[in-house]
């Protein structure tokens, strides 16, 4: 019974209740997707106070401003290069098992209302010149109402930095700045109670709604996916940790709790509140990931460069149509691009690899089709990947920079992290 009081075995004690619950009832555990809906709508809300919190918190209190844009110059080649080789195991990965072979596209049931919808969803103008014009908000307010990660971080980031250049130590703007932190954490600490419920809501949903056929009738790709992200994350994720002198194995152990809420959601946005205070508490510098963290979720979603770099292979492979590789080398290329911003959030990588089909016309959009049925079942793997990606980051970043205490670091991975998050001042 003590184990149960611990958030992750909550967690995962829904999980597994909901996919016996969808498998029995399927009708009924369709009526529990509000449950999942409302819980990831609750964490979202929290987002851009949290990320306001934690920047202008790390950065107000960075005066040497060389070493601040040493750390972001290496942040964005970071993620460049981690993302590049998400893609490339993504990709190889099909190419290698050819879980589309034999599947023929023209078999299927597609669903093309669905596929219309995510057409219009994506039908915005995907050019580098508008991904960087949206990140401008048009008022600082503003920025907190669209609910994109990216106008909160660049607000966030002119505020921090403002303070950090004409603040003084007497200021109560810090003073009240540290209590507004308390304050939000404190009410991320209530709704983080109501996680086991939304993980059950979700994953409930998901397999009464593609539980049956669509999971036997594509169960070879479900493999294959899962079997890239678990490649991506052991070998690539755990020789980049290596580097750092951190063992990937106890990096997934400190940062459990939140792998397996991203996980039972199927979003990571959902880890996100609980990451920040979790990577502190592992010995992680303030300012590193009150920087790297939010900037990773639009630039370094590894999740979703593999599921889109899965997702062309297997709908080139299902669909019978030829995809020579510098074709494919170029259409990878192009998603590096497209797959910034907005894939943390559930069904995001779907969207934005029907923008990348779209706008390219390299393949027959309606292989969107395929995947629409098991996005849910992929998107367990994705947010999951996403978490430990951003994770790995900011502790690789941070030990790199000086910026880690390896003894609150051994200290987190030989406690339970279960512990309720409240920020202290």
């Not at 893609?87 to 209302?113: F, I, K």
């Not at 700045?177 to 419920?197: A, H, Y």
């Not at 059950?200 to 169960?219: E, I």
């Not at 790297?292 to 299902?318: E, H, K, R, T, W």
Request: with cysteine; charged share 15%.
């Amino acid at each position: 019974m003590k184990a149960f009081k611990k958030l992750y075995v909550q967690v995962l004690v829904a999980i597994a209740a909901a996919i016996v619950f969808g498998l029995v009832d399927p009708q009924h555990a369709r009526a529990m997707k509000p449950l999942g809906e409302g819980f990831i709508a609750l964490l979202k809300m929290m987002l851009g106070p949290i990320i306001f919190c934690t920047v202008v918190h790390g950065i107000g209190h960075v005066k040497d401003f060389r070493r601040l844009g040493r750390l972001g110059l290496k942040t964005l080649l970071y993620f460049e290069v981690v993302s590049t080789l998400a893609m490339m195991v993504g990709y190889g990965m099909v190419s290698w098992l050819r879980p589309g072979d034999g599947l023929h596209a023209s078999a299927l049931a597609e669903s093309g209302q669905a596929v219309d919808k995510l057409i219009q969803a994506s039908s915005a103008d995907f050019s580098l010149t508008h991904f960087v014009l949206s990140i401008i908000p048009r008022t600082l307010v503003s920025a907190f109402v669209s609910g994109d990660i990216l106008p909160v971080l660049f607000v966030s980031l002119l505020v921090g930095a403002a303070l950090s250049v004409a603040g003084k130590p007497e200021w109560l703007v810090y003073r009240l700045l540290d209590e507004v932190q308390t304050l939000v954490f404190k009410m991320l600490g209530f709704i983080m109670r109501l996680s086991p419920l939304g993980a059950f809501g979700a994953m409930a949903s998901a397999v009464g709604s593609y539980g049956g056929t669509t999971l036997v009738y594509l169960l070879r790709y479900i493999l294959t996916y899962y079997s890239a992200a678990i490649v991506f994350v052991v070998v690539v994720l755990g020789l980049v940790a290596a580097s750092a002198g951190l063992s990937i194995f106890r990096i997934l152990y400190v940062i459990r709790d939140e792998a397996v809420l991203a996980m039972g959601t199927a979003a990571s946005e959902a880890a996100f509140p609980r990451l920040v205070t979790r990577l502190e508490q592992a010995g992680c510098d303030e300012a590193v990931v009150g920087f790297v963290l939010p900037a990773g979720y639009s630039f370094n979603i590894d999740g979703a460069c593999l599921y889109m770099a899965c997702g062309i292979g297997f709908i080139a492979q299902a669909t019978d149509t030829p995809l020579p590789l510098p074709q494919a080398l170029a259409l990878l290329a192009v998603m590096l691009v497209t797959s910034k911003g907005g894939a943390g959030a559930a069904g995001g990588a779907l969207v934005k690899l029907t923008a990348t089909l779209q706008s390219t016309k390299a393949l027959p959009l309606s292989g969107v089709g395929l995947l629409f049925g098991i996005d849910r079942i992929l998107a367990i793997a994705t947010s999951t990947t996403n978490v430990i990606g951003n994770s790995v980051a900011v502790m690789v970043l941070a030990k790199w920079e000086g910026l880690f205490d390896r003894q609150k670091f051994d200290a987190c991975a030989r406690r339970s992290p279960s512990k309720p998050v409240v920020r202290t001042q």
